[in-house]
């Protein structure tokens, strides 16, 4: 089979987090230390979430690298095309033989996609999904379950060939569905609560927040079911 490439965009977590709350906080000192204080609350919120998302977005770049990914019929190499900040880490290559199942897990900010290895060492691939990237990180997703098996298939070796097959999601697993439920019933608790006292400092905002969240959670526990 003819080699596969995809170019695609990793984020660091760690490097996102730290560099998102460093420019963050810095710039509300500046701003509190040298700029004039705005009296009106609207202002003032529109302020705060100016800085907010230009925080996020610039820890997005900082936290971003960038790689090669090849199927070969040797196996799956990973090439560093731009490495993260202060990172020295080595080109990756995994023969087929030792790739044992995979996984995509979907966040409401974060996906990742993983390959457990017979070793018991894991390869992961992490990308933020709240702005739009242009690479082949869905294309990868979509092709390695089919491709995966037939460089496997086609590596000659004499050792019986193990199908590469889909790990368990968080999402099926019977843990995360009753941490799920506990917080179901806690927000309709704090739902009614709010309907039978409007007073109640819980805004209706943040309740939206929390109930759209559940949702997504609900969802993916649902399609996980299916499968």
């Not at 379950?145 to 590469?164: A, C």
């Not at 697993?173 to 704090?190: A, E, V």
Request: proline content about 2%; aromatic content about 14%; some cysteine.
């Amino acid at each position: 089979m003819k080699s596969r490439e995809y170019h695609i965009k990793i984020h660091s977590i760690s490097r996102f987090f730290i560099a998102c709350l460093a420019i963050l906080i810095s710039s509300l000192i500046l701003i509190n230390e040298y700029t004039p204080r705005i009296e009106n609350e609207i202002i003032s919120i529109l302020q705060f979430l100016a800085v907010f998302v230009s925080s996020f977005y610039l820890a997005h770049l900082i936290g971003m690298a960038q790689a090669k990914v090849t199927f070969t019929q040797q196996g799956f190499i990973h090439t560093w095309k731009r490495r993260f900040l202060f990172s020295w880490e080595k080109d990756i290559k995994i023969p087929w033989e030792i790739v044992d199942n995979y996984l995509f897990h979907e966040d409401r900010t974060l996906d990742s996609f993983y390959i457990n290895l017979t070793t018991k060492k894991r390869y992961k691939i992490n990308q933020l999904n709240v702005f739009p990237i242009n690479d082949d990180f869905k294309k990868l997703i979509k092709d390695f379950p089919r491709l995966s098996n037939k460089y496997k298939i086609g590596t000659g070796s004499n050792i019986e060939t193990k199908t590469i097959n889909e790990g368990k999601s968080i999402y099926a697993h019977k843990g995360f569905k009753w941490i799920f439920y506990i917080l179901t019933l806690g927000f309709i608790i704090l739902l009614l609560t709010k309907i039978l006292n409007p007073e109640l400092e819980t805004t209706w905002s943040s309740l939206g927040v929390i109930g759209t969240g559940l949702l997504f959670y609900g969802v993916m526990i649902k399609e996980k079911r299916r499968v």
